[in-house]
């Protein structure tokens, strides 16, 4: 499994960002994945958001502007990424997309951790990672009744495994933003010669 690099809305935003120390209630800036299901390209910037980790509660929080997903996959899942390996973890359910999330009318989510991660020691993981599963793996109380067994992959391109939808770079993680040399496609990585790149 390889992670591609996704064209992106709003790099300026994150051409700051590099190695992050481990801090309570860290924000780090988020963007998504525009080479994915659910997005019409002439008429709809990329998604974009924050997220921090409390490790005095093991949690997530975090916020989302712009995030679509297909119809019948808006269960959205959280996963942890080695980019070096090219290996994702399960983290956990994040909930529904919600729709008409724009400007001041944000998205807004909180999930703990696993026992192991409860630390901040996300070990060899660098990004973290949103993807939309089908509707069904959550159910309203915003649980997971179906755990799904790997990343969901992309509708219009098969091969993209994992596509994530939002993506940043772990609290602690020593990945640096890339350029692909194209566009304003970025990625993180920290061995970025394993990287593909699209448009």
């Known amino acids: 499994m ?8 709003g790099t300026a935003l994150l051409l700051a960002i590099g190695s992050v120390s481990v801090n309570a209630k860290e924000v780090v800036p988020m963007l998504g994945g525009l080479l994915i299901d ?12 924050s ?11 975090g916020s989302y502007t712009a995030l679509k997903m297909p119809e019948g996959r808006r269960a959205i899942f959280a996963w942890v990424h080695d980019t070096v390996n ?3 973890e399960y983290i956990g359910a994040v909930g529904w997309l919600k729709t008409g999330a724009a400007g001041k009318d944000k998205g807004r989510f909180k999930f703990v951790v696993p026992e192991k991660f ?10 973290i990672g949103f993807t939309s599963e089908k509707t ?3 159910n309203a109380s915003g649980e997971a009744v179906t755990v799904p067994s790997e990343p ?11 596509a994530f939808y939002l993506y940043a770079a772990l609290p602690g993680a020593d990945t640096d ?11 993180y990585a920290k061995a970025p010669e394993t990287q593909v790149c699209y448009d």
């Open 177 to 187: 933003l890339h350029y692909c040399g194209h566009g304003q496609d970025f990625f």
């Open 152 to 162: 969901s992959g992309s509708d219009r391109l098969e091969a993209l495994k994992p």
């Open 51 to 61: 997220i921090a980790f409390d490790e005095s509660t093991g949690e997530f929080t």
């Open 118 to 127: 409860r630390n901040g020691d996300f070990g060899s993981n660098e990004i």
């Open 2 to 9: 390889r992670l591609r690099c996704f064209s992106v809305w």
């Open 136 to 138: 069904s793996f959550i």
């Open 38 to 49: 659910g997005y019409d390209f002439q008429q709809d910037i990329g998604p974009k958001g």
């Open 86 to 88: 090219q290996k994702s």
